[in-house]
């Protein structure tokens, strides 16, 4: 095992498959001599050469209209989306084109391709900082994976980089510098499978991406309260682990769904829904970001978006135990 | 949970009947009479299509045969060929077989994507249809990263993407000719100028004077060619892919034409009457029945010949597409 930032698990998941794979190629913007915006292609620019690491203009709609053309005719093409806000100007081609394809071609045709997108609110305001998962979980034929450690980020990348179809990896701007524990053995992390955390009895925390951070945390402010939680890392949004999520719900009876996007047709309402179906008498609860864009200012951005203190009042409340 | 594996797809029978394609070569006798054929081909497979009792939301290629014709009598099977939703007949004039075109269009399993895809979607990649799709100007990106694919794979293809005239206000046309030029894709941009987006004309939706002006800013060559004679297209054509497949970059041709009936099979006619009647001079298929007549190479039995001829192919078609099975609707949500 060794410890690697968040952004150099997924630099070393790209050089592996772009080395096992020729047709893996990159393109997005700034990722090539400048090492992508997060640092997160620092060197494979150098090592892999100009025709497999492309930057491209500032044109998100062609950016994903070419991986998609390129994955149909035998390339295996992950596209950076520097801010996920910007994949609204590339949906096309990735919702009417390749998501349809294998569909609509009668399996004669796929796109296998990948789309990194960075998610979250790190202070640069309301279109720098959306979290939309739940509009490409709403999409037929989409892969939604959105890891929040190193070694899954590791892990599912690579898994990513091989899959039949189009997959969106959903990353976070407050990921980039964290650590983390990655295999020295390479290894690959199957989509649909959740990861449990932390163990508890009292309640089941779900989370992905960055909250699940931001969920441990509020876990160890319950835990001192003597409630003990069950965190679940969702990692893949679609296909989504109802296995994990039942088993862990099925011993606790509760069950508290968090994200940093909006509540309104949400990943939690989703999974509630789901999960209600799944585990009867099941209670739950969600909790994610205000009904507002998100500000630059700090104090409004914090105000809008869930932390640990919301996180565990969401878990007291459902609980019947009232906030702190 | 893996995502589905694509199922067998249907081995559509290529012993069925479809045009006798044109060849990539000097337009001698022979293939004049191939490219008049195509072009009655197109225009009376239509007509058997709305001879369905269901025809369904369909977008005819009526007025636009000699694009279709001219554009694939230039393409190796091997040059992927997208398109847009107007694909009835740029997927015959590529070889797609007649009945299963037709089962296609109408939803049943005979067709080459089991009935899926239908008009806006239909692909059949083994004769080089890589795709028609449905969104205006939505294949643009597409058929750039389909380019990409073949410069870095080295296969020496060319990448040929038809779209029409409305989708020259998108931005994904910009953005295409962007990296077409930037990168020198080997992609060859085809504008089906008919002159209407449903009712806006060009000159009330675009800008520029003439769409090939769009081609200008990124240093693409681009020509404008009188989109209703079948010879020009080819040559035209056959210019640009040679230019393209020796490495020289992107094409753009502007193809003018015109469609003689309405936008789709449910819209309303909105062009000036006039006006839609004054494009009977520039049926395509009448203008070159008409040119191969005054240069010798038609006369009335020849021509009597070949409409029998097709003829029997339609109905050979309507056959198939009649006996052609509905789809188990447990197929709707396979190869997702």
Redesign the interface.
Known sequence: MSRLFFREALCRAMAEEMERDPRV?LMGQDIAAHGGSYAETRGLFERFGA?RV?N??V?E??T????????????R?LAFITYLDFLMLGL??LV??AA?L?????????APMVVKATAGAKGQGPTHAQSIEPWLMNV??L?VLAPSTAGDAYGLLKTALR???PVVFIDHKRLFPLGGVVPDQEETI???SAALRREGRDVTIVAHSYMSVVALEAAGALSKAGIEADVIDLRSLW?IDWDTLSASAGRTGHALFVEEGQEVCGVGAELAFGLQERVPGLRVARLGARRAPVSASPVLEAYTIPDATRIADAARRLLGKGAA | MEPQLGTTFYDVSMNEPRVDLPQRNIPDGAERHRRLQALLFLRQFEYALLRQPKPGFQLLSRGQEAVAVGVCAELKTTDPLLCSGRSIGVALARGVPAGGMLAELIGKDGGPNRGRAGRAHVSMPSVGLFGAHGVVAGNLTVAAGVALAQQQLGTGAVTCCIFGDGACGAGALHETLNVAALWQLPLLLVCDNNGYAVSTSVRDGLAARQVIDYAAPFGIPAASVDGTDVDAVAAAVGEAVAAIRSGKGPRFLDLQCVRLGPHSTLTREERPPAEVQAFDAHDPLRIYEQRLRSEGLLDDARWAAMQAQVDAQIAQAEQFAELASWPDAAEAVLDV
């Open positions: 190629i025709a492309r491209t203009p044109a709609a062609v994903v209209g070419l991986a998609a053309g390129a994955a149909a005719a035998g390339l093409p096309d081609p009417n084109y349809k294998r569909f609509k071609s009668a399996g004669q045709l796929t037929p034929g892969t899959a039949p179809g199957p989509v649909g296909p």
